[in-house]
């Protein structure tokens, strides 16, 4: 049986994979946490799946998600993995924002496991590129092999960048990914406002080590925890990013 953290994942994965086959590559792009799992190696579960799309009106998608969601073929794929019943509901259905709450049901657990699938409709064009899912995750499921549209890494990078800066709660899981970013590849120089990098560095420094605990350590692979739980560690973090944000100052 599949760990909690592993359903929601495999459940993502599963989802998009039916999606895939009703949506044009060109009008959508995974991103956020999962982005970074499946495209960049991340040791981080995401709880969510988040995309981008464009074009498609919004009650053609909601008539399409909620066809793959009741489909008995994705609950039959699920079923054999443990995942013996899918609930959902979708409070959240704007021009701009569309989102459906999943309650997943597993054999083993007293209580349903909860994930969110939610697509954001701000740009008329999306940039996305067709990738493979990391072969790693895709055997772990024994699934074959999958190909998605995703953001690039100079997309994802801006984004956490973003995310750090605006969002009402900071969340330790951006400076994480941030720091996981820059470790990929040399990292791009994003032409960010000094405004919003200030607002980022802020959001940065009110980070605790307990607030990285709860908010990323608890959410890695479980063979991973040890060697990221330490305070050591998440100051290295924090002082990498934070330098970094410091450099792309205007």
Same mark, same amino acid.
């Given at each position: 049986?599949?760990?909690?953290?592993?359903?929601?994942?495999?459940?993502?994965?599963?989802?998009?994979?039916?999606?895939?086959?009703?949506?044009?590559?060109?009008?959508?792009?995974?991103?956020?946490?999962?982005?970074?799992?499946?495209? /960049?190696?991340?040791?981080?579960? %995401?709880?969510? !799946?988040?995309?981008? +799309?464009?074009?498609?009106?919004?009650? $053609? =998608? &909601?008539?399409?998600?909620?066809?793959?969601?009741?489909?008995?073929?994705?609950?039959?794929?699920?079923?054999?993995?443990?995942?013996?019943?899918?609930?959902?509901?979708?409070?959240?259905?704007?021009?701009?924002?569309?989102?459906?709450?999943?309650?997943?049901?597993?054999?083993?657990?007293?209580?349903?496991?909860?994930?969110?699938?939610?697509?954001?409709?701000?740009?008329?064009?999306?940039?996305?590129?067709?990738?493979?899912?990391?072969?790693?995750?895709?055997?772990?499921?024994?699934?074959?092999?999958?190909? /998605?549209?995703?953001?690039?890494? %100079?997309?994802? !990078?801006?984004?956490? +960048?973003?995310?750090?800066?605006?969002? $009402? =709660? &900071?969340?330790?899981?951006?400076?994480?990914?941030?720091?996981?970013?820059?470790?990929?590849?040399?990292?791009?120089?994003?032409?960010?406002?000094?405004?919003?990098?200030?607002?980022?560095?802020?959001?940065?420094?009110?980070?605790?080590?307990?607030?990285?605990?709860?908010?990323?350590?608890?959410?890695?692979?479980?063979?991973?925890?040890?060697?990221?739980?330490?305070?050591?560690?998440?100051?290295?973090?924090?002082?990498?990013?934070?330098?970094?944000?410091?450099?792309?100052?205007?």
């Amino acid at each position: 049986m599949l760990a909690p953290k592993a359903c929601v994942e495999l459940f993502h994965l599963m989802f998009l994979r039916q999606f895939n086959t009703q949506i044009d590559a060109d009008l959508y792009a995974i991103k956020g946490g999962c982005n970074l799992r499946f495209f /960049f190696n991340s040791v981080r579960y %995401s709880e969510d !799946l988040d995309i981008d +799309i464009c074009t498609i009106q919004k009650e $053609t =998608l &909601t008539n399409k998600v909620n066809k793959i969601l009741s489909s008995p073929s994705l609950l039959k794929l699920l079923q054999g993995y443990g995942i013996s019943q899918i609930a959902t509901t979708a409070p959240t259905q704007t021009q701009t924002t569309q989102r459906w709450k999943i309650q997943l049901y597993i054999e083993t657990a007293e209580m349903p496991y909860h994930t969110k699938i939610e697509f954001s409709r701000r740009n008329e064009k999306i940039f996305a590129e067709l990738a493979n899912v990391n072969m790693k995750i895709c055997q772990a499921y024994q699934l074959a092999p999958l190909r /998605f549209a995703h953001y690039n890494l %100079s997309d994802a !990078l801006e984004q956490k +960048i973003l995310a750090l800066a605006h969002r $009402t =709660l &900071t969340q330790a899981r951006d400076i994480f990914d941030i720091y996981h970013l820059l470790h990929i590849a040399t990292p791009p120089k994003l032409k960010i406002t000094n405004d919003i990098l200030l607002k980022a560095q802020e959001s940065l420094l009110s980070i605790s080590f307990d607030d990285y605990k709860s908010q990323v350590v608890n959410f890695l692979e479980s063979e991973q925890q040890p060697s990221f739980d330490n305070e050591a560690y998440w100051k290295e973090v924090s002082d990498v990013v934070f330098n970094y944000l410091n450099g792309l100052s205007l």
